[in-house]
């Protein structure tokens, strides 16, 4: 690991892959460095859902640049992705307020209300399910199981190293510690999701990252005609903060809550995408600490099992897989610390990481190499590189 990079890495999941992309796109040389032997956590253990619509405030500036990005990286690596936005199916009525509240506050470019003929067109629900609808046309599907993996072998074709199944044990500025010995670098990201704590556990205690545990099912089902699109539930309004800022939102939490309790204390968001061979992703629940129990509870998968049936009118479903999700929880959506000159610890602290984690590496390394020619910013100064 003699060679010298402008930028390394630690972290091969779709932040870190993020930061490889955007200093690749710059110019410059970088490495990254994984534990793994390849793309094996949060960013292939999702739904491949890009909710760009959904979000707000930091998070929707971060998901809006990371759309152009996904865009992009599709027709250069080579993966599939669709752009037929997404259907929120609304089955009560304040429901359908918390959309016509969002479509009020976006617009309807952003936010396109559907009657029930509108969303039966689109989504195979259950006669008498669904009053009404939204379609959030800017939203986009990728496949997580190939989507990540496309763009780090993209990235190792463009002269980016990968030095995957190496711990790192250390890190300092200008300097990487790895169990196959030592990688200097002019700047260092560190992206490891959840595991900020490993080697930073000052940073992960301060802003509050605890790790968030999830239940996700594949599933076959015999549908009436396959998701024109990502489907969202009422559930989903209550979880993305576009949706949940709305006055109306409150109301059906509670409503909700009240109603379906078992799915309340799971913390469920009752959504859906298909994968390109027809099988759907289903899920999922949420559960918190600073270590996740990896014993998942059968109940748990019953009722996304039963609440599926329930949309859909789909009388044979297969669990073809279960897995369970890890990702980085805590009260803020970002974590960007320095710890040290010229490094950065980068996290996306809740469950967007592939909707905004594009985004959000862009701006990181345009921060850390956005200074004149031949200087390098480092948290506030700057050095001759």
Known sequence: MGRH????????????????????????????????????????RNFGHLCVTGQ?????????????????????????????????????????????????RRGGHDVRMLTTAEVRERIPVADGVALGGALLP??????????????????????????????????ETGKVHTSRGRLSADAVVVAVNHDVDQLFPGIAEAHGIQRCGLDMMLVDAELERPLSSPVLTGWSLTRYAGFAHTPSAGALRARLSEEQPELAELDVNQMYTQRPDGTLIVGDTHYRGDDVTPFQSE???????????????????????????????????????????????????????????????DRVVDELFS??????????????R
């Open 299 to 361: 109940r748990a998968f019953e009722l996304l099992l039963e609440r599926t049936a329930a949309l859909f009118g789909a009388e044979r479903l297969r669990v073809r897989q279960r897995w369970q999700g890890v990702y980085a929880s805590a009260p803020d959506e970002f974590l960007v610390a320095s710890p040290a000159p010229s490094v950065r610890v980068v996290s996306v602290t809740t469950g967007i990481g592939m909707t905004t984690g594009l985004g959000l590496a």
């Open 138 to 171: 800017a939203d986009l599907q990728v496949d997580p199981r190939e989507a990540a993996a496309a763009i780090a072998r993209w990235l190792d074709a463009h002269g980016v190293d990968f030095y995957w199944q190496t711990t790192v044990t250390g890190v």
């Open 56 to 104: 707000e405030g930091e998070a929707r500036a971060y998901a809006e640049l990371a759309r152009e990005l996904w865009l992009t990286l599709a027709r250069e690596a080579g993966f599939w992705l669709r752009e037929t936005g997404t259907v929120v199916v609304a089955q009560a009525p304040d429901e359908l307020a918390v959309l016509e509240e969002f479509r009020d």
């Open 371 to 384: 200074a004149a020619p031949g200087v390098l910013t480092t948290a506030g100064n700057a050095r001759a």
């Open 5 to 44: 990079y402008d930028l390394a890495i630690v972290g091969g999941g779709i932040v870190g892959l993020g930061h490889a992309v955007a200093a690749l796109r710059r110019g410059l040389t970088v490495a990254v460095v994984d534990r793994a032997s390849g793309v094996n956590g949060a960013s292939i």
